[in-house]
């Protein structure tokens, strides 16, 4: 079981987690819990970092933010034992959780599983602070922002869980944001390759990294709220939205429990930046020239547009990079000017990327036609595409990101019908 920060906020809150928790361990279940920070403490902790040194290092700052994971973790476990249960806290080194690579950005390489599942053979609840993990030289490292969904399918992964389920302030993913279309519907499952998708296009409910972990480890996952009422539908009978593999969403459809839709779900995401290279040579290498820089900096590239040449043998180049190192990207190009041969820098950060995502694709044709004539019509303008298998993306200007969400939702009947209560 996973909780949030939002789950997490406050000792009323936590109190709340502890009674749901408690009431899986009562009917039998062997648990253990992996808890974000407080709604709001990993952003106080990182502020302090800056303060204490605008230029910090990466190592010492681990230590500041992973403890907001630390205190919720031992608030949890306090307060378990305070309505009857016997439960401890677990940290990243105590596990331990072996880390991998950069600090603040670490990857999980391995967890030691045995000693938390013979303290939950004996009846324990083991509480495990989300987010963070030890390298190997023994200093504490952090997993990235959204690292304790990560943290929760590697434990799970690790112990041979049944099932991990990830609380959090929504009751499940949906055809869309709920925000903006009222009629978005609450889907019963999606596949791993469709949930990696939408979480990689701009889907916030979980992080990438987790879903893929849990599709390379068939970790079963469980998307659910955590502001329920006692009298809702337990977590075993799946109120929220299930994450398995291909094979079994097509055991569901079988049985009828699940619509075999073309398209799953719509995404929208405006933390998304267009750099636009003119005059650059059009030669072997001068690709590599733009983009090598960007990759050794960690930059992620995602939409590339490469212009037909003109007569003088030059083109232009577009992509788009995260709008948080769009400045970065930008002096990164600007400094290696001579070795690609451009003639000047354009950057637009007032775009948004909408994708469309179903397994079903790959076995109909039309829905990349359905998402552009369906834009046409309402006359927004496509700026670029990318697709995969089981995707469409396109970059549109961003105020009309709301429009083109709600014109395709429609357009591939994703609304839910009208309900005469609402």
Same mark, same amino acid.
């Given at each position: 079981m996973k909780f949030g920060g939002t789950s997490m906020a406050g000792t009323e809150r936590i109190r709340r987690v502890a009674n749901i928790v408690r009431r899986q361990a009562a009917d039998g279940n062997q &648990?253990? /819990?992996?808890?974000?920070?407080?709604? #709001? +403490?990993?952003?106080?902790? &990182?502020?302090?970092?800056?303060?204490?040194?605008?230029?910090?290092?990466?190592?010492?700052?681990?230590?500041?933010?992973?403890?907001?994971?630390?205190?919720?973790?031992?608030?949890?476990?306090?307060?378990?034992?305070?309505v009857g249960c016997k439960a401890r806290s677990w940290l990243g080194w105590q596990?331990?959780?072996?880390?991998?690579?950069?600090?603040?950005?670490? =990857?999980?390489?391995d967890i030691d599983g045995d000693a938390l599942v013979s303290a939950m053979e004996a009846g324990e609840i083991a509480v495990i602070p989300g987010f963070q993990g030890v390298s190997d030289d023994g200093r504490i490292t952090t997993l990235g922002r959204g690292g304790s969904d990560t943290s929760a399918v590697a434990v799970a992964a690790a112990i041979g869980a049944d099932r991990c389920d990830?609380?959090?302030?929504?009751? #499940?993913?949906?055809? $869309?944001?709920? =925000?903006?279309?009222? =009629?978005? =519907?609450?889907? %019963?499952?999606v596949t791993y390759e469709e949930m990696l998708e939408l979480a990689s296009v701009g889907a916030k409910v979980l992080q990438t990294r987790s879903v893929g972990l849990?599709?390379?480890?068939?970790?079963?996952?469980?998307?659910?709220?955590?502001? /329920?009422?006692?009298?809702?539908?337990?977590?075993?009978?799946?109120?929220? $939205?299930?994450? /398995?593999? +291909?094979?079994?969403?097509?055991?569901?459809?079988? %049985?009828?429990?699940?619509?075999?839709?073309?398209?799953? #779900?719509?995404?929208?995401?405006?933390?998304?930046? @267009?750099?636009?290279?003119?005059?650059?040579?059009? %030669?072997?290498?001068? &690709?590599?020239?733009?983009?090598d820089p960007l990759a050794k900096a960690a930059i992620n590239v995602d939409m590339i547009i490469q212009n037909v040449g003109r007569d003088k043998g030059e083109t232009d180049v577009t992509f788009t990079v995260p709008m948080a190192d769009l400045a970065r990207a930008q002096a990164l190009l600007e400094d290696k000017r001579g070795d690609i041969g451009f003639n000047r820098i354009i950057t637009d950060s007032h775009i948004a990327k909408i994708s469309v /995502?179903?397994?079903?694709? %790959?076995?109909?044709?039309?829905?990349?036609? $359905?998402?552009?004539?369906?834009?046409?019509?309402?006359?927004?303008?496509?700026?670029?595409?990318?697709?995969?298998?089981? @995707?469409?993306?396109?970059?549109? !200007?961003?105020?009309?990101?709301?429009?083109?969400?709600?014109?395709?939702?429609?357009?591939?009947?994703?609304?839910?019908? !009208?309900?005469?209560? !609402?």
């Open positions: &648990v253990a /819990v992996v808890v974000s920070a407080m709604a #709001g +403490e990993t952003d106080r902790l &990182v502020n302090f970092c800056r303060e204490a040194n605008a230029l910090y290092d990466p190592a010492e700052y681990d230590v500041v933010v992973a403890s907001g994971e630390q205190v919720t973790s031992g608030l949890l476990a306090l307060t378990l034992q305070s596990l331990p959780v072996r880390t991998i690579e950069a600090h603040a950005k670490a =990857r999980i390489d990830i609380y959090t302030d929504v009751d #499940g993913v949906y055809t $869309t944001d709920p =925000r903006i279309v009222a =009629r978005a =519907r609450k889907l %019963k499952a849990a599709m390379k480890e068939g970790v079963r996952v469980q998307v659910l709220s955590s502001f /329920v009422d006692d009298d809702a539908t337990p977590a075993d009978e799946y109120p929220g $939205t299930m994450i /398995v593999s +291909e094979e079994e969403m097509n055991e569901l459809v079988e %049985k009828g429990e699940m619509e075999r839709q073309h398209v799953t #779900g719509i995404a929208h995401d405006k933390n998304e930046a @267009k750099i636009i290279l003119t005059r650059v040579p059009d %030669k072997p290498g001068a &690709v590599a020239h733009i983009f /995502v179903g397994v079903g694709m %790959k076995s109909h044709a039309g829905v990349a036609a $359905t998402m552009f004539r369906s834009l046409a019509d309402r006359g927004i303008n496509i700026q670029a595409i990318t697709t995969s298998e089981i @995707k469409v993306s396109v970059m549109i !200007d961003e105020d009309e990101t709301e429009l083109a969400v709600r014109v395709l939702h429609t357009a591939y009947g994703l609304d839910a019908p !009208d309900n005469p209560a !609402d």
